[in-house]
């Protein structure tokens, strides 16, 4: 009988099945790495050239127009936001009340100086008045007699001082009656245009009630305010233009009226008031100017379009025109396609006349500035220069000068 053959203990088998399952999970990790790192590879790759592909992609030319900085010799002037104010202006209304008689006056007419506009009701105040008119006549009456008396020494002085005082006495009443009655008579006090009557016939009307405004608009007047800086610039007499919306296109002159003699501590400014003839009447209290203030002499600037200027949250810019580099790799180093290309330059600028605007710091005379198609210009984006394209720029023309 043979021997059986010794069996595997369970030890040996454990260990066996370990062996085979860590072979399998290092086949399966292989196998993702692999497979990942293809898929990453691939979108890398891909990355890659797509990102080669745009670096060496060429830039497709912006057409433009295009200005060269100018030298130009502008007037010394300040500019500010004034009202027009009536050399004379009114609210009437009634010093008494009573009840509207008469209307002697049409809406927006031009009156005269003491025209009678409105009439109350005074029949009871003209009463009064005449009867102590009369009492008047008669205490002058009585003083006339009782001077005779005195100069014939019939009277002592006492009763002739005490006639001449009840005559003055009711002469005054009278007087003073008689200006009650002149209440009931609203009439222009100056020479000027009216506006819309607020009353009717009939209408009672207590003390103050408005009852036509009255404007005197020839001349009239503009108010201002500047910088205490130009305190010991401007002076009286200095020229003076003025804008409106009304009129666009129309400049109003005059000259500074007055400086005030003190600065406001609360904005540091200072007011004017300047004068300007108006006999057409087209300028009207109320009326929002745009005031242009002429000082002596001349100044040079830089001056570009103002269509030139970009104006962004970190600046001022402009695109400066430069020639292109060729391309790398051109041929005898010829330049293929636009000759020009554009940088963004910071700038600083200054005041404007028109279409135009002074340039402080950032460019030189002979510098050329993109000044149409700016939205689609980036640094060295090659251009065609169409100065069809461009808009008119106009200088402001000169105001009066001082």
Known sequence: ???????????DTAASSGRRTAVRMVIMLVLLAIVFGAVFGAKWFGNFMMAQYLENMPTPPATISASEVQSMRWDNRLEAIGTLVAVNGADLTSEAGGIVEAIH????????????????????????LKRLRAQADLAELNRKRREQLYKLEAISKSDYDAAVAEADAAKAAAEAQAGRVAQKQIRAPFAGQLGIRQV???????PGTPIVTLQSLDPIDV???????????????????VRVDAYPQQRFTGEVLAVEPRVDPATRNFGLRARLPNPDGLLRAG???????????????LAIPRTAVEYSSYGTSVFVL???????????????????????????IGDSRGD??????????GDRVATSGLMKLRNQTPVHIDNGLAPDAKLDPQPPQT
């Open 287 to 301: 009326q929002f100017g745009r005031v242009v203030l002429s000082l002596p002499g001349e100044r040079e600037v």
């Open 1 to 11: 009988m043979n021997p059986r053959a010794p069996s595997p203990s369970n030890h």
């Open 322 to 348: 430069q020639p292109r580099k060729p391309p790398e790799g051109s041929e005898g180093g010829e330049q293929q396609g636009p000759k020009d290309e554009v940088v963004q330059r910071f700038v600083r």
């Open 200 to 206: 009717n016939v009939g209408q009672y009307v207590s």
């Open 223 to 241: 108010d201002f305010s500047l910088p205490e800086q130009y305190t010991g610039t401007v002076q009286a007499g200095f020229k003076v233009s």
């Open 105 to 128: 006056f049409e809406s927006g007419d031009r009156v005269e100086k003491g025209k009678l506009l409105v009439s109350l009701d005074s029949e009871e105040q003209i009463g009064d």
């Open 356 to 365: 135009f605007v002074a340039v402080i710091e950032g460019l030189q005379p």
